[in-house]
T-cell receptor
Framework: LAKTTQPISMDSYEGQEVNITCSHNNIATNDYITWYQQFPSQGPRFIIQGYKTKVTNEVASLFIPADRKSSTLSLPRVSLSDTAVYYCLVGEGTFSGGYNKLIFGAGTRLAVHP | NAGVTQTPKFQVLKTGQSMTLQCAQDMNHNSMYWYRQDPGMGLRLIYYSASEGTTDKGEVPNGYNVSRLNKREFSLRLESAAPSQTSVYFC???????????FGDGTRLSIL
């Protein structure tokens, strides 16, 4: 069971870079790492997914060290609209392992201040 | 683009009543999921459907049943609602099991 651990909350200011780290010490060989963003009264929204090294898209970067026991979501130059809860999800990507591959943790509440 | 549509958005039930939550996706996705989210908590998987015609239990299936009606629709039924089932319910879909999930906006369910 790939349990994840994230900080409960973080604070930042507009224009700063924010890095949120997720620990997943017992990640399995076939597990992917996926991050989601959730605003109040909405469903989670996919941000980025990776397996190893670095992945970048138009909204974020994901850094994964060689041992894959942690990952860091990097949000460049945050704005007030980035205030949300961010979830790290570690899963095999198939259902052969059963439902325990699809477990969300409590997430990190990011508050961006003016 | 509709994406994942959930109905109803809000519902209040009395203990013991039954209800079906509806979910439909228009992205031709194979896999669909039902989660519940309690205040201040992450999402917990109730049931999932890897593909049309199959359903499997998730982390918290007790008190729920599901039906994958066709490729588009995946419903969640509460046969005898209990106050412990008061929660926000999210439906999601993905093209297959290793692709990111797309979520609906949720159904807020209160059971008195």
């Amino acid at each position: 069971l790939a349990k994840t651990t994230q900080p409960i909350s973080m604070d930042s200011y507009e224009g700063q870079e924010v890095n949120i780290t997720c620990s997943h010490n017992n990640i399995a060989t076939n597990d992917y790492i996926t991050w989601y963003q959730q605003f109040p009264s909405q469903g989670p929204r996919f941000i980025i997914q990776g397996y190893k090294t670095k992945v970048t898209n138009e909204v974020a970067s994901l850094f994964i060290p060689a041992d894959r026991k942690s990952s860091t979501l990097s949000l460049p130059r945050v704005s007030l609209s980035d205030t949300a809860v961010y979830y790290c999800l570690v899963g095999e990507g198939t259902f052969s392992g059963g439902y325990n591959k699809l477990i969300f943790g409590a997430g990190t509440r990011l508050a961006v201040h003016p | 683009n509709a994406g994942v549509t959930q109905t109803p958005k809000f519902q209040v039930l009395k203990t013991g009543q039954s209800m079906t939550l509806q979910c439909a996706q228009d992205m031709n996705h194979n896999s669909m999921y039902w989660y519940r989210q309690d205040p201040g908590m992450g999402l917990r998987l109730i049931y999932y459907s890897a593909s049309e015609g199959t359903t499997d239990k998730g982390e918290v299936p007790n008190g729920y049943n599901v039906s994958r009606l066709n490729k588009r629709e995946f419903s969640l039924r509460l046969e005898s609602a209990a106050p412990s089932q008061t929660s926000v319910y999210f439906c999601a879909s993905s093209s297959d099991s290793n692709q990111p999930q797309h979520f609906g906006d949720g159904t807020r369910l209160s059971i008195l």
